[in-house]
């Protein structure tokens, strides 16, 4: 996979004599989890987290874009927030135009989680779609995404979420040049166990942004995050799990001016693999 990446990113082609640009970030966070049991399995606790993400890319100035991204989340969930997520990770392949004001892509790519800490519960799913952006003027901006979860690949293929549509709308504000502020909305709609078990999860995240003007590309954020996971029981009450986030990190642009705004998927890994709610 990674050859693969390299080899879309330097192939001769329009592309290879344009300009390189990426991005990394690192964060922590904390997040507070409740859930219905399941199985007479809960999902209560507090859990710490570090994810690292790395993209890199190359684009003409035609537009055009190839881009590459990799995320990894760690916590520590061992026995404070047990089915709960203990790592997810994902890699997802961009291509797209970036016009100015508008940008418009396709990805495809894959998101796994694993949780419990025990080798029989993880999930490999692979995710497909469209995205776009536009910028309403120099303050505002919008952005959004539509795509198709699917696969059964993991040890509990027959228990985790598949079959399912994923989309989500952003909105950000320029407050100065320096600081922006946001707010997302997710939602993901899959099923699970049997064909008539619908699964829903639905996440809300309010962010700001400060650049550090002493060091051009260097970014500080803060974030908080809301997830409910909601799946429809076919027998029984439903089981609802909530998940609220509290997160910071800095960012570091290098390469080109140019960076097409694209989806950040991680609203979804944690809850392919979450025995309160979205896996029994």
Sequence with gaps: MFRLVAALLLTTSPLAAQELYGSARLSLGQSQTSGAPVALQGANGTLMSGRADLSF??????????????????TDNANSAPN???????LILRTGRDAERFSYGVFV????????????????RLLAGIEGSYALNDRWGFTGHLGYLNGTTGSDSVATVTNGIATGLGITFAATDRLSIGTSIGYLNAKMDAPATVVELWTLEARADYDIKAVPGLSLFAAAQYGESHQKEIVGPDDITDTTTILAGITYRFGGKKHPKTTDFSYIEPFLANTGGILE
């Design 57 to 74: 890319g190359r684009i003409a100035t035609s537009g055009l874009y190839l881009q590459a991204d990799l995320g990894l989340t760690l």
């Design 84 to 90: 709960t997520a203990n790592t997810s990770g994902s």
């Design 109 to 124: 790519g894959a998101l796994q989680s694993d949780h419990d800490n025990d080798a029989s519960d993880d999930a490999l």
